[in-house]
């Protein structure tokens, strides 16, 4: 099982999904490099896939889906950050989505899975339960 950093990045009521040609949406992030810290390569694989950079993170929790163990991190961006797809990292398309949105998208199994998590019994990813395992709030 391989070790993904998953970076969740949430404006207003929507989080930031990408798309490889062909496949279904995912959270951005990736595999970490030998020796990379699981919050450097969420950080890392969210600029390389968005071309955004991120001005904070927060390790959320893990979620082990059936090929990944996903460390996942909230991210934040400046206000005025445009992410667009970067076609050299192999992403085709980008999207902001709002979790009424999932049921009728070929989304992962770990996304759909994270998401739903997030959004707990609020229904929303704008107000989730960001506290990590360790209980502490992000603070963002």
Do not use: Y
């Not at 099982?1 to 990045?9: D, G, H, Q």
């Not at 450097?40 to 959320?60: D, G, P, Q, Y």
């Amino acid at each position: 099982m391989r070790v993904r950093a998953t970076a969740l990045l949430v404006r207003q009521h929507a989080v930031l999904l990408v798309k490889e040609r062909g496949g279904p949406w995912f959270l951005p992030g990736g595999d970490l490099r030998p020796g990379e810290l699981a919050m450097a390569a969420a950080i890392r694989e969210l600029h390389e896939e968005t071309c955004v950079e991120a001005s904070a993170a927060a390790f959320l929790w893990q979620h082990v889906s059936a090929h990944h163990m996903h460390q996942v991190f909230r991210v934040a961006v400046p206000g005025d950050a445009r992410p667009r797809a970067n076609v050299r990292a192999g992403i085709d398309d980008l999207r902001w989505v709002e979790l009424s949105q999932l049921a009728r998208m070929s989304v992962t199994p770990g996304t759909r899975a994270i998401l739903e998590r997030a959004a707990g019994v609020t229904g929303s990813v704008s107000r989730p339960d960001w506290r990590g395992s360790a209980g502490a709030s992000p603070g963002f």
